[in-house]
């Protein structure tokens, strides 16, 4: 099975501070995505990487970073963090293409004061 | 970007009953997949439907595709308390996986 590890599932920090916040995966697979996850809006994706060292932008970039530096791993950077930015984070991966199933983290709730 | 939406945002039914939801789309597919979500965890794929198909089972699980309406539901025969969650269809638009707001399912024992 594969497995996906997200570093915290719950997580406070505060306003202006530089946020990482990490995800693994365990099975060798191409893409990797970072999503947000809120009340009413549903899963917006932040932005997803194709391949060690390639990013590109979801639909909601601004105030984030990532980066891909080996294949099993893709950190999301919160630059410089802001309240609206108080969401739950969820990690997927997928192994060849960006539209084959997805596999799933378990989350991990932020919360920025 | 709302590719896919659900119908109905929640549903609560009797352990035993059927528990039917609804995703509709709005352009052309390759595939639409189904999630669940525990409450407090990650998606969970559950099944993945072409788009030359019309219908598709898994365990208690049954998938209906109707590409002339954009169109699927998902059919969960005897329901059990621990298929409370929430439950997402995806669709392609861009090249990316766009989820829907999902259906929140409540199963009472």
């Known amino acids: 099975d594969v497995k996906v590890t997200q570093s915290s599932r719950y997580l406070v920090k505060r306003t202006g501070e530089k946020v990482f916040l990490e995800c693994v995966q365990d099975?060798?697979?191409?893409?990797m995505f970072w999503y947000r996850q809120d009340p009413g809006l549903g899963l917006r994706l932040i932005y997803f990487?194709?391949?060690?060292?390639?990013?590109e932008k979801g639909d909601i970039p601004e105030g984030y970073s990532v980066s891909r530096e080996k294949k099993e791993r893709f950190s999301l950077i919160l630059e410089s963090a802001s309240t609206n930015q108080t969401s739950m984070y969820l990690c997927?991966?997928?192994?060849?293409?960006?539209?084959?199933?997805?596999?799933f983290g378990d989350g991990t709730r932020l919360s920025i004061l | 970007s709302q590719q896919g939406e659900e119908d109905p945002q929640a549903l609560s039914i009797q352990e035993g009953e059927n528990a039917t939801m609804n995703c509709s789309y709005k352009?052309?597919?390759?595939?639409l997949q189904w999630y669940r979500q525990n409450s407090g965890r990650g998606l969970v794929h559950l099944i993945l439907?072409?788009?030359?198909?019309r219908e598709k089972h898994s365990g208690r699980l049954r998938v209906t595709l109707d590409t002339s309406k954009k169109s699927s539901s998902l059919l969960i025969t005897a329901s059990r308390a621990a298929d409370t969650a929430s439950y997402f269809c995806?669709?392609?638009?861009?090249?990316?996986?766009?989820f829907g707001q999902g259906t929140e399912l409540s199963v009472k024992p």
């Open positions: 997927a991966s997928s192994p060849t293409s960006a539209t084959q199933p997805q596999h």
């Open positions: 099975m060798d697979h191409e893409n």
């Open positions: 990487s194709y391949d060690v060292k390639m990013k």
């Open positions: 352009t052309s597919i390759n595939n």
């Open positions: 439907i072409r788009s030359n198909e």
């Open positions: 995806a669709t392609v638009l861009g090249g990316k996986l766009i």
